[in-house]
C-alpha cells in the first residue's frame, strides 16, 4: 500500500504538482485527505517563496506578477475557478436553488469577471507591496486550515460533490500542520479565520444553508487575499508576525 496516502490524495487533488499513483480513490478517503489540506499548504508556499527568490531583483510589479502566476499555476486554478463560479451564483438576484443551478453551469457570467479582475488586481498589489517572505509562506497554510472548520459547520448543499466528500474528516493532522500560524503569524492567521467563517456563514445564506465546493475554493482564495492584507497591515503598524 503507498505510505502517505491521504497526503498524496490532498496533494493531487489541490495541486497540479506530480504525485504517485495512488490508483482509486476509495470510499472515505476524500474525508480522510481533508486533514493534510494544511500540509498541501506549505508545500504550496514552499514553492512561492522559491519563485519569489528567484525573481527578486525584478521590479516588485513584474516580480509580483510572476509569484501570482506561479500561485494559480501549482493550484490549478482550482480555487480560483471556485471564486469565479460563486460570484456568479451568490451575488445573483435569485432564490437559493437558482443559484445552486448555477453553481452547477459551466459558463462565466458578468459576476465572475468582475469578482476575477477585481480579485487578481488585489493579490497582485498586496504581493507586491511586499508582505514578506513568511507571509507568502503561511498564507496558503491558513487558508487550507481555515478551511476545515468549514466542513463541519455548515452541511453540503450539494450531496455528492467533491466539496461533500471531504466533509467529516478528523482535525487532529490539520491542527499539527497547522500551529506554527499561532507562533509565527497570530494576528493574521486570526483576520484570516475570522474572514472565512463570515464568508462561509454568508454563503449558505445566499445557498439556503449549505456550502458546496466552488464555495470552498472561493474561500481558500479570498482567506488567502485577507491574510496578504492582514500581514501588510501588521508591517504598517510596526508589528511583526
Request: charge should be positive; hydrophobic fraction near 60%; aromatic fraction near 12%.
Amino acid at each position: 500500500m503507498l505510505r502517505f496516502r491521504p497526503f498524496w490524495l490532498a496533494l493531487g487533488f489541490l495541486t497540479t504538482l506530480p504525485v504517485p499513483d495512488v490508483g482509486e480513490v476509495r470510499p472515505g478517503e476524500r474525508r480522510a485527505a481533508s486533514a493534510y489540506y494544511p500540509l498541501v499548504g506549505w508545500v504550496v508556499g514552499a514553492v512561492l517563496v522559491a519563485v519569489a527568490a528567484l525573481v527578486r531583483a525584478w521590479p516588485p510589479g513584474l516580480a509580483a506578477a510572476l509569484v501570482l502566476a506561479a500561485w494559480l499555476a501549482v493550484t490549478g486554478m482550482l480555487h480560483f475557478d471556485g471564486l469565479l463560479d460563486s460570484a456568479d451564483a451568490l451575488l445573483a438576484p435569485r432564490a437559493p436553488a437558482e443559484r445552486l443551478q448555477i453553481l452547477a453551469d459551466l459558463h462565466h457570467g458578468s459576476f465572475a469577471l468582475g469578482v476575477g479582475a477585481v480579485f487578481l488586481i488585489l493579490k497582485w498589489q498586496a504581493i507586491a507591496a511586499g508582505p514578506g517572505v513568511w507571509a507568502l509562506a503561511l498564507a496558503p497554510v491558513a487558508a487550507r486550515f481555515w478551511v476545515l472548520p468549514l466542513f463541519a459547520l455548515f452541511p453540503a448543499a450539494r450531496p455528492g460533490g467533491l466539496g461533500a466528500n471531504a466533509r467529516g474528516g478528523s482535525w487532529g493532522w490539520g491542527l499539527l500542520f497547522a500551529a506554527p500560524l499561532a507562533l509565527l503569524a497570530p494576528g493574521p492567521a486570526a483576520a484570516a479565520g475570522a474572514w472565512a467563517l463570515g464568508f462561509a456563514f454568508w454563503s449558505s445564506r445566499r445557498l439556503g444553508g449549505g456550502l458546496t465546493g466552488d464555495v470552498y475554493g472561493a474561500a481558500i482564495e479570498t482567506t488567502e487575499l485577507v491574510f496578504l492584507l492582514a500581514a501588510l497591515l501588521w508591517r504598517v503598524g510596526g508589528m511583526t508576525f
